[in-house]
T-cell receptor, first 113, second 115 residues
Framework: AQSVTQLGSHVSVSEGALVLLRCNYS??????LFWYVQYPNQGLQLLLK??????LVKGINGFEAEFKKSETSFHLTKPSAHMRDAAEYFC???????????FGKGNQVVVIP | EPEVTQTPSHQVTQMGQEVILRCVPI?????FYWYRQILGQKVEFLVS????????KSEIFDDQFSVERPDGSNFTLKIRSTKLEDSAMYFC?????????????FGPGTRLTVT
C-alpha cells in the first residue's frame, strides 16, 4: 500500500529563512502527490500537486516542490518564510486517482520573528 | 469559488448516541470522501463514495459507520453508538474525478466530541 513519511513533527524557521519540509513516499506505481496546509481551526487547503507532468511544481503562497523518482521524494520548499506561513503541512499520496489519500503525520511550522 | 461545506462545525454527544455529520460537496463533483483526524494524529481515510455506492473503505469504517447521499446535494456520515475514541475532526472532501488533477477539495471539518 502507498504511504508517506514526514520526519520531524515540529519545524522552527526564522522569518526570511528557507522553509524545507521533507516528504518521502512509498508506492509501487507512479504516484500522485500533494501538499496540503492546515491553518489553525481550518480545513485542509491544497498548496500544490504532482500528477505526472512537470517534476518541479509551483503552488500558492510561494511554495514549490520537486518530484524525484530516484529518491522517492517530494520535498516542499519556500525561499523566504513569512509569519503567515505558520501552520501544519501535510504530504499526501494517491495512485490511479480518485482513491484514498494517504497522509503523512504532518509538520507543524513555527516562524520565529 | 465553489467550496465544500460541513455542518455542524462542532458536535458534542454522549457515548452511545448516534450522530450524523453533514456535508455539501462541490456541485459538479462525482467522488465524495470522509476522513478523520484524531487530535495530534495524522489524517486518516474512512470511505469514498461514487455513483451512489461505497467505492472504497478503510479498516476503520466498520459497521458502526454508514454514509448516504440522501438527495442531490448532501453527503452524510452516520456514526452509531458513539465511543470516546470517535472524538476527532471529521473532514468531508469531493473530487471531480478528472485525470488532470485528482485533487480532493476539503471542507472545514466537524469537530466531534464524545463525552
Amino acid at each position: 500500500a502507498q504511504s508517506v513519511t514526514q520526519l520531524g513533527s515540529h519545524v522552527s524557521v526564522s522569518e526570511g529563512a528557507l522553509v524545507l519540509l521533507r516528504c518521502n513516499y512509498s508506492s509501487s506505481v507512479p504516484p500522485y502527490l500533494f501538499w496540503y496546509v492546515q491553518y489553525p481551526n481550518q480545513g485542509l487547503q491544497l498548496l500544490l500537486k504532482y500528477t505526472s507532468a512537470a517534476t518541479l511544481v509551483k503552488g500558492i503562497n510561494g511554495f514549490e516542490a520537486e518530484f524525484k523518482k530516484s529518491e522517492t521524494s517530494f520535498h516542499l520548499t519556500k525561499p523566504s518564510a513569512h509569519m503567515r506561513d505558520a501552520a501544519e503541512y501535510f504530504c499526501a499520496v494517491t495512485f490511479y486517482g480518485n482513491n484514498r489519500l494517504a497522509f503523512g503525520k504532518g509538520n507543524q511550522v513555527v516562524v520565529i520573528p | 469559488e465553489p467550496e465544500v461545506t460541513q455542518t455542524p462545525s462542532h458536535q458534542v454527544t454522549q457515548m452511545g448516541q448516534e450522530v450524523i455529520l453533514r456535508c455539501v460537496p462541490i456541485s459538479n463533483h462525482l467522488y465524495f470522501y470522509w476522513y478523520r483526524q484524531i487530535l495530534g494524529q495524522k489524517v486518516e481515510f474512512l470511505v469514498s463514495f461514487y455513483n451512489n455506492e461505497i467505492s472504497e473503505k478503510s479498516e476503520i469504517f466498520d459497521d458502526q459507520f454508514s454514509v448516504e447521499r440522501p438527495d442531490g446535494s448532501n453527503f452524510t456520515l452516520k456514526i452509531r453508538s458513539t465511543k470516546l475514541e470517535d472524538s476527532a475532526m471529521y473532514f468531508c472532501a469531493s473530487s471531480d474525478g478528472l485525470k488532470s488533477s485528482y485533487e480532493q477539495y476539503f471542507g472545514p471539518g466537524t469537530r466531534l466530541t464524545v463525552t
